[in-house]
């Protein structure tokens, strides 16, 4: 079940979309959404964000912004309370620590496939991901 809020993607206006955090699939699922004259809510296009491209997730002016590793804006979600802002932040860095485990350890078993030997998980996890799912 999504939540009804207004986000920001890259090159585009504000809008109201419908927010979902899929973490089976490991992505944030947005759907531009708008209500008709007759009261009907009308669907439009779905952009998904993959957690694994998220390197930070940050808070600030009451909006959660997904930040990828160059540093540019994946998207900026405005939950309408802080209690609902709080819940996206932490879910967010949940979802990008766990995404980035998982890529940590699909590079770890590729590497033992390929006979590199052994790996050390700290040189592959990123310090932040590691702690962030420590503390999830």
Known sequence: EGQVLVATLPGKPP?????????????????????????DISLGAETSVKMS??????????????????????????????????????????AAAAAALRGAAASVTAAKRAGEGSIDAAAV??????????AA
């Open 53 to 94: 491209a998220v390197s930070s997730v940050d808070n600030s002016h009451g909006a959660v912004t997904l930040i990828s590793s160059t540093s540019s804006v994946l998207a900026q979600l405005h939950p309408e309370t802080p209690e609902d802002q709080k819940a996206w932040l932490v879910g967010l860095r949940s």
């Open 125 to 134: 996890v990123p310090p932040a991901a590691a702690a962030a799912a420590a």
């Open 15 to 39: 809008d109201v979309h419908i927010a979902t955090l899929d973490t089976s699939q490991g992505v944030l699922l947005l759907q531009e959404a708008s209500v008709l004259q007759s009261g």
